[in-house]
């Protein structure tokens, strides 16, 4: 769509989410055994025929450099492009100090391409989403700013921007992880959450940023300054998520912040469930990703035992040797021994498990090997002995560790 471009904050240390972010950024953790996170964002503007799309880095971004090197490279196409760039430090020898201050240091690239709208998206949330609605609301109500609402759960709310709306959708209240959250008006259980998503008028943008950059008391990020600044004197409107439609869905809409260990599990065991709220085969909004040259998966019966695979995702490149999996996720090039059992867990790929393993609600990362015989999730306190475990009790193991040997 002409007149618009995307920028993707793509810089997250994601501490919420170690140990899988020792070593790569938030964005670039695998997800769903053949995905990244941030290539949900990027499918979304894709699909929605946005292709002028900057992608803001800063920490550890080697891993999310060469997947989209790998994966979302557009060459050749005039006015279309999906470029990483990295923190440039044109401001001084320093690291972006928050969410509006990394956009500011970009504003040359803006003024480069010299959009009358810019769409500013985070990169670490699952879900779809036709942005083309929410830049049409944002051109009828003839927005300064217009803000992605979700609702959730009162007890979550404390972890989002809280907003106020009212009847003709413009936002008269804003709170950034608010300690006694505002519920909304008519649903007690519920608050109105910013998802994040903004899609500005340029002028404004570029307005308020610069006025933000001059503000030493300033955080410099949008949910806790520029957003709280700009609605009680410019036309801040809410789109609300709910109403977007997307082609070919047949489930209400799915939307999940996988910012720690716990909601990055569940949303796994969301694509195995009976009946998936949110699914990988819509081929009217496909999924791409960087699809590495492998044979399909394979499944092997011993004398002893058979394979049995239920409600789980294996990814190409695996070999399966008379094993059990049940609801599990498993990525590129896994290789599990015969006898072993896998229940409720997410292997992000490469990973070895030798002969009659137990593994259950685990998460295990790249690079890991497994001797015959260990048990995870079993024992709670023996697993925190040797790894990180989450509120949930979900057991992580790290990239490159060796168990058992």
Not at 9 to 19: H, K, S, V, W, Y
Not at 103 to 109: A, C, E, K, R
Not at 271 to 288: E, G, M, T
Request: hydrophobic share 40%.
């Amino acid at each position: 769509m002409a007149g618009v471009l995307a920028m993707i904050l793509a810089g997250g240390e994601g501490t919420r989410l170690q140990p899988l972010t020792v070593t790569r950024s938030k964005p670039s953790v695998p997800f769903g055994g053949s995905y990244r996170l941030i290539d949900f964002v990027l499918n979304n503007f894709v699909n929605s025929d946005f292709l002028r799309i900057y992608v803001l880095t800063q920490f550890k971004s080697q891993s999310l450099y060469l997947h989209m090197k790998k994966g979302w490279n557009l060459t050749g196409i005039t006015g279309r492009f999906i470029d990483p760039i990295p923190a440039q430090m044109r401001m001084g020898k320093r690291w972006y100090d928050g969410t509006a201050d990394a956009i500011y240091q970009n504003m040359g690239f803006v003024e480069l391409t010299a959009p009358e709208h810019v769409c500013i998206f985070g990169s670490d949330h699952i879900y779809k989403m036709d942005i083309r609605q929410m830049v049409e609301y944002h051109k009828e109500k003839k927005a300064a700013l217009t803000v992605a609402a979700i609702r959730v759960p009162i007890a979550q709310a404390h972890l989002f921007g809280i907003i106020e709306v009212n009847d003709a959708g413009r936002m008269i209240g804003f709170e950034e992880k608010p300690k006694h959250p505002k519920p909304l008006p008519h649903d007690p259980d519920h608050a109105l959450a910013s998802m994040g998503n903004y899609v500005f008028e340029t002028q404004t943008l570029y307005s308020e940023l610069t006025l933000d950059a001059e503000n030493e008391a300033s955080s410099h990020d949008f949910g806790r300054d520029i957003i709280p600044g700009l609605y009680p004197r410019a036309a801040v409107y809410v789109y609300d998520y709910s109403n977007n439609k997307v082609e070919g869905e047949k489930t209400d809409v799915y939307w999940r912040d996988v910012g720690n260990i716990d909601s990055y599990w569940q949303a796994h065991m969301d694509l195995v469930a009976d009946n998936p709220p949110f699914s990988l085969y819509n081929r009217k909004w496909p999924l791409h990703t960087y699809y590495p040259p492998l044979p399909p998966a394979t499944f092997i019966n011993t004398a002893e035992h058979k394979a049995c695979i239920s409600h789980s995702l294996i990814s190409a490149g695996c070999y399966i040797q008379g094993s059990s999996i049940e609801r599990s996720v498993m990525g590129f090039r896994c290789n599990l021994a015969c006898g072993s059992k896998i229940v409720e867990s997410v292997l992000l790929g490469d990973v070895k498990i030798g002969e009659g393993c137990r593994i259950r609600r685990a998460i295990i990362d790249k690079h890991v090997e497994i001797a015959p015989g260990v048990v995870i999730g079993e024992n709670p306190a023996h697993d925190r002995e040797r790894f990180t475990v989450s509120d949930q009790g979900i057991v992580v193991v790290p990239k490159g560790a060796r168990v058992g040997f």
